[in-house]
């Protein structure tokens, strides 16, 4: 059921990996929380800790991407394949090796949408949303729409991105 279940969260999703400008903060917009629990106290504190760690481990990453940082991308990721706009990659380095060159280290992001659901014990997914815009090293604007989904995993009590997929739709 639980391959099932991240398999449909796979095809269902998008995902975006480009960086943000290193000198910007990370600002939300709007972080929706989903927490589906038993009724019992200590299950539902137990549940928002949780959320809290998704909510900076994507914080993190998302960091990590805005200044190009990637050891501390990839420290987000365990070494699962990741997808990007329909294309697999082995894992999180094999992508970040090919999309990093494009950059010219100025990124704007706008517009930031966060939301994660925890599905169970010890599972949760996540969706994400931005507007960004770059300059690409051959000095072309790019301006586009960018969408994520992951799939993340409570592993030695630590929550770590077991799965991704990227999506990009340029304006």
């Known amino acids: 059921m639980k391959k099932v279940f991240l398999t449909a969260c796979l095809l269902t999703g998008s995902l975006l990996a480009v960086a943000q400008q290193p000198d910007i903060q990370y600002k939300t917009k709007k972080i929706t929380r989903t927490y589906s629990v038993d009724a019992d106290e200590a299950a539902v504190v137990a549940s928002e800790k949780d959320g809290k760690m998704i909510e900076d481990l994507l914080k993190r990453r998302f960091r990590a991407t805005g200044k190009l940082d990637t ?74 729409t960018a969408l994520a989904t992951y799939v993340v995993k409570k592993r030695n009590n ?9 999506s990009f739709k340029r304006a």
């Open 71 to 144: 050891k501390g991308i990839v420290a987000c990721y365990d070494a699962s394949p990741v997808y990007v706009s329909g294309e697999k990659f082995a894992n999180i380095s094999a992508y970040l090796t090919q999309s990093m060159p494009m950059f010219n280290g100025k990124l704007e992001v706008d517009n930031h949408h966060l939301k994660y659901e925890m599905q169970d014990v010890g599972f949760a997914t996540a969706e994400e949303n931005y507007d960004y815009a770059f300059v690409a090293k051959d000095g072309k604007a790019v301006k586009g």
């Open 158 to 166: 630590q929550w770590i991105i077991i799965q991704q997929h990227l």
